[in-house]
Nanobody, 127 residues
């Protein structure tokens, strides 16, 4: 049984930084796509891909976070990270990590390919 547990969320002012962590519990093979998604509290807002990273450490980001967020992973610690700098109020959302053992998530960016999900950690950015 694979479990993903996020931590590191909180409330910051615009321009601040946060580092999210996602601990992976249970067996997950090395050739797995890992990703961060977020969902803002506004009505009708859909879950949005933030970033993905594959087993070769190839990364992709949604345009709105490029240059501000960095996804990384520590395979020895079975932990995924998201360093978020220059935070903006529009970054306010519930952030969840996810894993796709088939790697399709990294090539498509589609949430539907991710088989395992954490419960999320809230990030709130005030202006």
């Amino acid at each position: 049984q694979v479990q993903l547990v996020e931590s590191g969320g909180g409330s910051v002012q615009a321009g601040g930084s946060l580092r999210l962590s996602c601990a992976v519990h249970g067996y997950i093979r090395k050739t797995t796509c890992m990703g961060w998604f977020r969902q803002a509290p506004a009505p009708g807002k859909e879950r949005e891909l933030v970033a993905t990273i594959d087993n070769y450490d190839q990364t992709r980001y949604t345009d709105s976070v490029k240059g501000r967020f960095t996804i990384s992973q520590d395979n020895d610690k079975n932990t995924l990270y998201l360093q978020m700098n220059s935070l903006k109020p529009e970054d306010t959302a519930m952030y969840s990590c996810a894993a796709d053992p088939q790697l399709y998530g990294c090539t498509t960016g589609s949430a539907g390919y991710f088989a395992y999900w954490g419960r999320g950690t809230q990030v709130t950015v005030s202006s």
